[in-house]
Structure formats: C-alpha cells, structure tokens
C-alpha cells in the first residue's frame, strides 16, 4: 500500500523558534498533499492544501505567514511553523493524494506532535 | 457549520460484542469515508462510499450511508481488542477537502 512518512515523528522547541515538518510520499507521487492539526481527543482540521509547484491554499483561519507550506517536488511538502508558541503545540498530520480525477485517496503520515515551551 | 458530528463520542463494549457508530453531516458530498486512528498515532483508511451507494462492506465493517438523512454508520461486527481505537467519518466535498467529524473513542474489553 501507499505509505506516508513525517519527520520529525516529536520534536520540542523554545517559544520563538521554528520547527519544520517534513512529508514525504515514499513509493507514489502525490500532487496533492494536505496539512492537518489535531488537539488532544479531538478531530483533525484542514490546514491547508499542498499543490506541488504551486502556492498552498489555506483554509480560513489559518495565518500562512505562520505556517509556511513548501511543496517543492512531488514527494515532499514542508510545513514550517514560524516563531512558534506554546498555543502551536498539536499534533500535525500530513496525508498525499493518489489520483487526479475520479476516485482520489488521502494516505496520512503517522504524525509530528510539537510540544513548544 | 460542522461537518461530521458523530456519536456517540464514547462506545466501551466486551469482545465479540458489535459496536456502532454513527455520523451525521450537513451539506452535499462526493463521498463518506471512514478512518482509524491509534492514539499518538496516524490515520488508517477504512472503507470509503459514495454518495450514489447505501451501504458497503469490508470484511467485518459495514457502513450504510442514508443521503436524504445525511447520516452513516459504521458497524464492526465481532468486535476484538485490537479494534480498540478512535474512529472518524470524513466528507468528501469539492476539491477534494475532507472534513473529518469529532470521532468515536471505542473500547473493546477483553
């Protein structure tokens, strides 16, 4: 099957600091990937849409000076989140879309929980 | 407005027993899909139906979906421990954004 990958799988940081989370679509291509945040026993939240050679579409609410999305190939998207506090510790989970037309499927990465201090 | 509300949010049940979930959604979709988290963990692709469907099955899953109500269920039949984990339904709408519901916590006793 399709297999997603995310690194760092944890990673903590000081107040102020940016931390990037890498996706990568290990044995497909993916032209589309998308960005998930996820509180403790809650849902997952669309983030933002990840095109690949294209700026990301981000959902309203969303500051995309705050969380810089890079798609540079098509089997890696970045999310970095920029001068980062304590209110951005969450678990973000990318996914990577098989498919254009017709039937499309998410794969998601097992996740990055940040914990900003 | 939400998409997604399912319940109940909490189903604790002994093994072998069936559990149900249920999921309600507000606008049109292109289809319902059904996904399974470990805690700490990612998301594992269930079962997906579309929108022209009422109901589907996939080994021991079976989801029906009521699009006049805007309503699916997910019924996992002979339940294990191993099926211990939060279950979300997810919409498909334009562009193919998902919009995933609250999720169930579902605990099998052994």
């Known amino acids: 099957g399709a297999v997603v990958s995310q690194h760092p799988s944890r990673v903590i940081c000081k107040s102020g600091t940016s931390v990037k989370i890498e996706c990568r679509s290990l044995?497909?291509?993916?032209?589309?990937m998308f960005w998930y945040r996820q509180f403790p026993k809650k849902s997952l939240m669309l983030m933002a849409t990840?095109?690949?050679?294209?700026?990301?579409?981000?959902e309203q609410g969303v500051e995309k000076d705050k969380f810089l999305i890079n798609h540079a190939s098509l089997t890696l998207s970045t999310l970095t989140v920029t001068s980062a506090h304590p209110e951005d510790s969450s678990f973000y989970i990318c996914?990577?879309?098989?498919?254009?037309?017709?039937?499309?499927?998410?794969?998601f990465g097992p996740g990055t929980r940040l914990l900003v201090l | 407005s939400q998409q997604g509300e399912e319940d109940p949010q909490a189903l604790s049940i002994q093994e072998g027993e069936n559990a149900t979930m249920n999921c309600s959604y507000k606008?049109?979709?292109?289809?319902l899909q059904w996904y399974r988290q470990n805690s700490g963990r990612g998301l594992v692709h269930l079962i997906l139906?579309?929108?022209?469907?009422r109901e589907k099955h996939s080994g021991r899953l079976r989801v029906t979906l009521d699009t006049s109500k805007k309503s699916s269920s997910l019924l996992i039949t002979a339940s294990r421990a191993a099926d211990t984990a939060s279950y979300f339904c997810a919409t498909e709408t334009s562009g193919s954004r998902l919009t995933f519901g609250e999720g169930t916590q579902l605990t099998v006793n052994p």
């Open positions: 996914s990577a879309q098989i498919g254009t037309s017709g039937t499309k499927t998410q794969y």
């Open positions: 990840s095109n690949e050679g294209s700026k990301a579409t981000y």
């Open positions: 044995d497909f291509q993916a032209t589309t």
């Open positions: 139906i579309r929108s022209n469907e």
């Open positions: 606008t049109s979709i292109n289809n």
